[in-house]
């Protein structure tokens, strides 16, 4: 089984006209990336995320799927 990723593993950049992923410093090929905001409110403190779709690498056409808590960079699903 694959070990899990942890914040530290994954940084990006989204300033660009094409965003940027980078896992253990390595650059991969992004599908597409989505932001997602959840307002506060008085049961939750509200969120803040990122999700990516990538292929696995070049020679490979499998998806993957990445989600990152802007606030915490906690990786949330993988």
Do not use: C, W
């Amino acid at each position: 089984m694959e070990k899990l990723l942890e914040k530290q593993d994954v940084t990006f950049d989204s300033n660009g006209k094409v965003p940027r992923l980078y896992i253990k410093g390595q650059e991969v090929n992004v599908v597409a990336m989505t932001n997602y905001y959840v307002t506060s409110h008085d049961r939750s403190s509200g969120l803040s995320s990122v999700t990516f779709v990538y292929l696995v690498s070049k020679d490979n056409p499998e998806e993957k799927v990445l989600s990152i808590d802007r606030i915490t960079g906690e990786v949330l699903n993988q």
